[in-house]
Structure formats: structure tokens, C-alpha cells
């Protein structure tokens, strides 16, 4: 098993070209970061572990975690599912 291998590939937009990469070890080790200490973790990363992460919470804090469980649970009353709101999260 490789436990070394690129993970997270930030993509510049208007090139498609890949600008910074991050391998799986050093992803678990920011996740575990900003899981303890928030996102003022982010200060204390690299700069190309910085830009990946950054670009991850940033897309994370974009959903609406509230939204997105009423739609479920809308969606299931649209199917005729029962749906326990609990077991949605």
C-alpha cells in the first residue's frame, strides 16, 4: 500500500495547469490541524499545504449544511421514504 501519494491537485483556472499538490500523509496532518485548532492552523502550514487546505475549507464553508438536510428530507417525503432527519446529518 502507498501511503505517500498525491492526494489534493489545486488547478489554476484559467491554465488547467496543477499549482500546488499535496501527498495523503500531509493532508491528514492539516485535517488534524484544523480539526484542534480552526482554521488559524492554516497559518502555521507550508505554503503549498496552505493553499490546498485553504481552498478546501473555503469550498466546505460554502455549503449550507441546513439546506442541503432539508433537501433530503424533502426529497424523501417526495418519494415516499421514510426519513429519520437525525439520520440525515
Not at 12 to 38: C, F, K, L
Not at 54 to 67: E, F, G, M, V
Request: hydrophobic share 35%; charged share 25%.
Amino acid at each position: 500500500m502507498i501511503t505517500n501519494q498525491i492526494v489534493y491537485v489545486l488547478i489554476t483556472p484559467s491554465t488547467h495547469q496543477p499549482e500546488h499538490a499535496i501527498t495523503r500523509t500531509e493532508y491528514t496532518q492539516a485535517r488534524r490541524m484544523i480539526r484542534d485548532n480552526g482554521r488559524y492552523a492554516l497559518r502555521w502550514m507550508s505554503d503549498e499545504v496552505f493553499s490546498v487546505m485553504d481552498q478546501l475549507c473555503t469550498i466546505q464553508d460554502q455549503t449550507d449544511r441546513l439546506a442541503e438536510r432539508a433537501d433530503i428530507v424533502a426529497y424523501c417525503k417526495r418519494e415516499n421514504i421514510e426519513c429519520n432527519v437525525r439520520h440525515t446529518a
